[in-house]
């Protein structure tokens, strides 16, 4: 059966991340069918109203971050799906990207709010570029209202011989991946057991790339809420992912996707580390009533290994009342931005990530614009030990004549990224190198007599003892022995290449640290590297 464009317009924003609704059972879909990812993928594009990027910090080799956002209109309602893209340093072989803000305005008058959602999805690299999916809505029931959306966003591209991080944004072919269970990056459910407008979800992302490391970020792709009855004013919505840690709780019910999975755990008991990052996420939708049934949605990725830090500032949220003018309200206006300032930040760089957000009215409205986020920020790297963080912060909550005004308050978690050398315990970190870059072919660097050059560098914060080197062509191991590394240094080894490694293309793989004769702490995730000389 064809959907039309009358039909999603009237049947968007449901279950997951206020996209479609259970209006879809009239076309024979229903709920943990597995149709929902395909529905989204299946969305037309909407070409970009305005977009902009700004340079934030780059160390050349190893790491660049931007900030920009992008907007998109709708003349009819309904939903809005974009495309961007950034070119990536040819040294940065990894890159991610995260939702930073988001802002919404209906076109004409204002309206009451069935649901509003801005996600982040399908990122890849193409073709040298950074690219991925966005997604927003804001309606009331009949979807036929236009509207504005913008959503901002951070990017960082690294490479990963020089700055250890792994990234899990587990979607680079499709928006997301639906019933995977632990492999699904979101989770949608309902306010169900609650007394009042907050509710709570327990989440957790897996990736055993993340099993022997303590620090895993989790960056935030968007959210999606929907009232499910009715459009309503709105009053208060809000949201907050508390701060996350390497555990799993046995038999805990945790939302993933569509469902609540308690984990499979190899024993009978919790479990910290084992490539397991847990939290919760706490929000609000409020009219004046006490409470409603809402629905809601949240995206994410994980970013971990021993160069990623996160630094979490208290915060929570609480259902308001309608207080009337005793409420300390902003009385004129619908607009706010303030800059904020951070100090003694022990990392080499730092991104405020925009984890928490409160936006209220004095009493419940009909909408005209709605949205928060962070318009700008500066990075002034450390001089010795710690750096400062600035950002300016913008937020929105009006009705048409834009009285009264709002309050809002707002939470960052601080990805840091490096921690300075004085800052964490030193150790050496060795790792395969090449001067030509990060791809197969990069590593063949053939001499006369057959021979292969290996550079071991030491881009830790101490010496290195001598270790060993392994060279596995095929199936054939070949070991030689690697004097000492200072920090900061390197060294060339020549391997003899087996006579058989050239029936066609050469296959091997790097494993510096061979015999794990050197304490990386937590550095021993980047030992190895796979490489081709073509025959």
Known sequence: MMITKTFLKHNLLSLFMLLIVAHLLSCGFQPGEGNICKAIEDFPLTELTEQNVTDLFQEDGTLIAKHGFGCAKDDNGGFIKVEQSLPIPRYANKATVFVNGWRMNYLDDDHPVRGLTTLVGKIRFQDGMLVWNAVGALGENDFDDGYNWCYYFTAIAWNDANLNVIVDHDDADQFCRYGTESADNFFYAENKGTTTALSSFPTFIKNLDFA?????????????????????????????????????????????????????????????????????????????????????????????????????????????????????????????????????????YAIPML?????????????????????????????????????????????????????????????????????????????????????????????????????????????????????????????????????????????????????????????????????????????????????
């Open 212 to 348: 022997l490391t303590e620090n895993v970020a989790i960056l935030p792709r968007g959210f999606g809420f929907q009232w499910n009855d009715d459009d309503h004013h709105l009053l208060q919505t809000a949201y907050n992912m508390d701060h996350s840690e390497v555990t799993l709780e046995y038999k805990k019910k945790y939302k993933k996707a569509d469902q609540e999975v308690s984990p499979e755990l190899p024993n009978p008991a919790s479990l910290v580390l084992g490539g397991f990052v847990n939290w919760d996420t706490y929000v609000i939708l409020k009219d004046n009533a006490l409470r409603r049934d809402y629905s809601f949605g949240e995206m994410v990725s994980g970013l971990g290994g021993s160069d990623v830090g996160i630094l979490h500032q208290p915060f929570s949220i609480l259902p308001v009342e309608d207080t009337g003018i005793f409420d300390p309200c902003i009385w004129e206006g619908g607009a706010e931005q303030q800059e904020f300032v951070i100090e003694n930040i022990q990392y080499e």
């Open 355 to 535: 984890t928490g957000w409160d936006l209220w009215f004095c009493d419940d409205e009909h909408i005209k614009e709605v949205g928060i986020w962070i318009d700008s920020m500066e990075w002034n790297p450390p001089g010795s030990t710690a750096g400062t963080l600035r950002y300016k912060l913008s937020s929105r909550l009006r009705d048409e004549n834009s009285w009264p005004g709002h309050s809002y308050r707002h939470k960052v978690t601080i990805l840091g990224l490096k921690p300075v050398a004085a800052a964490r315990q030193a150790a050496p970190d060795l790792v395969p190198f090449s001067p030509s870059g990060n791809s197969d072919v990069a590593f063949c660097r053939l001499e006369p007599g057959r021979k292969l050059r290996v550079t071991v560098k030491n881009q830790g914060n101490a010496d290195a003892s001598a270790s060993k080197t392994t060279v596995t062509f095929g199936d054939i191991p070949v070991t030689v022995n690697t004097p000492p590394i200072p920090k900061d240094g390197s060294v060339d080894i020549l391997f003899d290449v087996p006579a058989t490694c050239f029936s066609a293309d050469c296959f091997f793989k790097i494993t510096v640290d061979s015999n794990s004769q050197i304490g990386e702490l937590n550095n021993e995730g980047n030992n190895s590297a796979n490489g081709t000389c073509i025959g």
